[in-house]
T-cell receptor, first 114, second 113 residues
Framework: DAGVIQSPRHEVTEMGQEVTLRCKPI?????LFWYRQTMMRGLELLIY????????DSGMPEDRFSAKMPNASFSTLKIQPSEPRDSAVYFC????????????FGPGTRLTVT | DQQVKQNSPSLSVQEGRISILNCDYT??????FLWYKKYPAEGPTFLIS?????DKNEDGRFTVFLNKSAKHLSLHIVPSQPGDSAVYFC????????????FGSGTQLTVLP
């Protein structure tokens, strides 16, 4: 199994530009999570999906952030317009139910907004 | 409001000795706890977990202890190896949360050769 796949691994963009982060969960996993890691706030949950349906987006910082999951094997997190304070590492994770409660994380996308 | 706290941002231990990483939580509804390990430029990887019906779970060199009355858990690594050097995150969840994970801020473990 290839694990959770994220792209790009690194993204550098200018303030005001649109950024799209991509995630492919592990095949058969029905939960998908987007996290953001910063020095100040650690690992924080942004949004999660169950069977492609967004369940809880209360962690999304503001309307500039949006996430979609058009099918079971693909999800995107979009930031439009991007701001320097969005600079962070964004992780995607997935898990299967029933099963253990551990989530499997992708390698992350390091976003830098200048 | 941090529901899961790791008060030690860093820990250094000599190779072969025991590493003890600590975690405190405030939400009494948490009933399942996990430890993740993270290397630089990689995503966190699941290490070990424990249900609230237990007070100890062991997997090789790794043991997690849970003290529910104190709302405290710890991860013991014996013996510590240089390859264990990483950031360790404590996480907690409960059934009413749809099993979302709440993470601590992490502890950087450095095992010195």
């Amino acid at each position: 199994d290839a694990g959770v796949i994220q792209s790009p691994r690194h993204e550098v963009t200018e303030m005001g530009q649109e950024v799209t982060l991509r995630c492919k969960p592990i095949s058969g996993h029905d939960y998908l999570f987007w996290y953001r890691q910063t020095m100040m706030r650690g690992l924080e949950l942004l949004i999660y999906f169950n069977n492609n349906v967004p369940i809880d987006d209360s962690g999304m910082p503001e309307d500039r952030f949006s996430a979609k999951m058009p099918n079971a094997s693909f999800s995107t997190l979009k930031i439009q317009p991007s701001e320097p304070r969005d600079s962070a590492v964004y992780f995607c994770a997935s898990r299967a139910s029933p099963g253990g409660w551990g989530q499997y994380f992708g390698p992350g996308t390091r976003l830098t907004v200048t | 409001d941090q529901q899961v706290k790791q008060n030690s941002p860093s820990l250094s231990v000599q190779e072969g000795r025991i590493s003890i990483l600590n975690c405190d939580y405030t939400n009494s509804m948490f009933d399942y706890f996990l430890w993740y390990k993270k290397y630089p430029a990689e995503g966190p990887t699941f290490l070990i977990s424990i249900s609230s019906i237990k007070d100890k779970n062991e997997d090789g060199r790794f043991t997690v202890f849970l003290n529910k009355s104190a709302k405290h858990l710890s991860l013991h690594i014996v013996p510590s190896q240089p390859g264990d050097s990483a950031v360790y995150f404590c996480a907690a969840t409960f059934s009413g949360s749809a099993r979302q994970l709440t993470f601590g801020s992490g502890t950087q473990l450095t095992v010195l050769p």
